[in-house]
């Protein structure tokens, strides 16, 4: 395997600007190493070879002409299918939109190409971002490369496993209510929900509105800090963009590295933790709140009492604004059309043929759940209670955070579990969002990076909150964990998954 694919994305970068390498033959690597192990892994749906090759030639020319660069520039990236790609079919994981190529690039896509980052392809999900193991692909599932008869997490178990499995050094995922840290966990990999209004929506495929928030899958926190730098900031096409200029992210991450835990508060939710969590994850958090304790960090624990009502309020709020926001694709716009098979084809009844063959279970599920709860009669006692619920949690955090400067959990209550294990029980499935649900519900950031692996084996997710447009402080306590943890591991965790042989 080729030593390029196991650097991280600072350490390619910092090789690409010492001029060692070209990002030509960076990007080649990538490339060979998704057509050697993707057959197995499944976390691309589609990859663009040629279009990466000419946009790292694009950045090679450019430094050999002297231009200054982004420091990201020709390090290679994979984005989620749910992100609109100009000139890339774009599937949201889909038969909805299967073959659909956009006319248009995304705000953050827009970014990564004005930073020179190659785009691999594109990375396999659940259908609309609806899952935690991206079985409801209605393209198959993605394998976790740690394991491949287990899930990679979901929805964006495509983004977190490319990573995992070093066919990208960076990848972009979306997280609505866990989708890019509990895959994160579950592959021992970083991600990054960013505050809500922190990275623009706009060319996102949306799944609910209020909750929805792209962010960095890596394996590094300083890699998602310099991911971050690139996507976030303002946009005047996302009306709910934060308008401030952001701090460095990156410069954040460098400094927590290496900096002090001594007097740093941290509230252990006791809410997201103790029964229904497995003790081997349950362990290996422990473990890590030891490592802050060594370190001069303060453990406390906190209460948020109206987080056991967050998972039902998420699964009102969420349906309900899927509902409104999956209208559009009725077979009269763009996307598939299905005619229906006798009589008249009525724009109603081409509508029901369309989207009752181009939906999967899951995504019906939710839109019957969410134009049930919106309808007359029962919209205050669901949706309007939800939205109360809503407030709670956001109190709830706002209490948290005048005790302390960052809360912390398990990213998920469960390490990687076989496939078929969650299919047919959807609540089951949901359970898996428990600890990463309320975050979204308040629009604050939060993180997961690796704190060790369970007694499976399989790796486990520590989760770190901060209150909103603190994005910083994750960064820096993130980088100080994971140095303590590194210093504990003597290498990184993603070294013990067990090796994907090439060609099979
Ligand atoms: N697993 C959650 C759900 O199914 C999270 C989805 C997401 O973050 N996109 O809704």
Redesign the pocket.
Known sequence: MSELIRLTAAELAATLAAGEVSSVEATQAHLDRIGAVDGDVHAFLNVSDAEALASAAAVDAARAAGETLHPLAGVPIAVKDVVVTKGQVTTAGSKMLEGWVPPYDATLVTRLREAGLPILGKTNM?EF????STEHSAYGPTRNPWDLGRIPG??GGGSAAAVAAYEAPLAIG??????IR?PAAVTGTVGVKPTYGSVSRYGLIA?ASSLDQAGPCTRTVLDSALLHDVIGGHDPRDSTSLPEAAPSYADAARAGAHGDLKGLRVGVVTELGGEGYEPGVRASFQAALDALTAAGADIVEVTCPSFSAALAAYYLI?PSEASSNLAKFDGMRYGLRVEPGEGAATAERVMSATRGAGFGDEVKRRIILGTYALSAGYYDAYYGSAQKVRTLIQRDFAAAFEQVDVLVSPTAPTTAFPFGAKLDDPLAM?L??VATIPANLAGIPGISLPSGLSDDGLPVGFQILAPARQDARLYGVGAALETLLLDDWGAPLLSRAPKLEVSR
């Open positions: 659940d971002a609806m899952g935690s979901g929805s979306t997280d609505t209510g866990g989708s509990q799944l969420l949901y898996n969002d």
